[in-house]
């Protein structure tokens, strides 16, 4: 059973490791406030796309195809939510030792719910429903199972790097342009996810 997976594990990765809000926000976070603060975000957003997949392999897609309205709606109020959430990030004090007092990093549950309104993990449920269910032969709930699996290590490098950056960035300046690149960034993929 392992061999027509294959395709769908490849999948999985690729659309688990290309830059996307979650990721995007798992650096951002582990950057700004540590290694421990990224994990939930990790987990949050990662549980809730193997969740989406499940979903629209039970039907969900079948009703998100039939309301195209619905779709378009969901991808607009996405990219509104992430352009708050990069600006949030753009303006984020750059104190290099302490965390700026009433800052926090993002909560799993943001994570979570992001992913219920951000196009990319919508396109990659349909795209699993549509093409790999029926080539693998493998039921919703292992395809759900097997994208948690590959999304989670995929979005700990993701966090990995933001503490990388993070140790890098010993100034001012420099921690103030990465805020600013990864709120721009974050902000732009919600608009682009709704090119694609």
């Known amino acids: 059973m392992l061999t027509p997976l294959l395709p769908f594990l490849l999948f999985a990765f690729v659309a688990s490791i290309t830059p996307g809000p979650t990721n995007l926000l798992a650096m951002s976070n ?27 392999g039970v039907g969900l897609g079948n009703t ?5 309205q619905l779709t378009q709606l969901l ?5 509104l939510w992430l352009s708050y959430l990069g600006w949030q990030i753009a303006q984020a004090p750059v104190q290099l030792e302490t965390c700026h007092i009433g800052e926090r990093p993002v ?28 080539s693998a032969g493998a039921p919703a709930w292992l395809l759900a199972l097997l994208f948690l699996f590959m999304a ?27 805020n600013q690149l ?3 960034l974050l902000a732009g993929s919600g608009w682009l996810g709704l090119l694609a």
């Open 152 to 178: 989670v290590p995929c979005m700990l490098l993701w966090a990995w790097l933001g503490l990388q950056a993070g140790r890098w960035l010993r100034s001012p300046t420099g921690l103030r342009r990465f």
């Open 107 to 134: 909560s799993g549950w943001t994570a979570a719910s992001l992913q219920l309104i951000n196009p990319k993990p919508w396109s990659v449920a349909l795209a699993v429903v549509s093409v790999f269910m029926t």
């Open 64 to 68: 998100l195809l039939a309301i195209p």
């Open 75 to 79: 991808g607009y109020t996405g990219a």
């Open 30 to 56: 582990s950057a700004r406030f540590g290694w421990q603060a990224s994990l939930p975000i990790v987990y949050g957003g990662c549980l809730a796309s193997a969740a989406l997949v499940l979903a629209v």
């Open 182 to 184: 990864m709120g721009l």
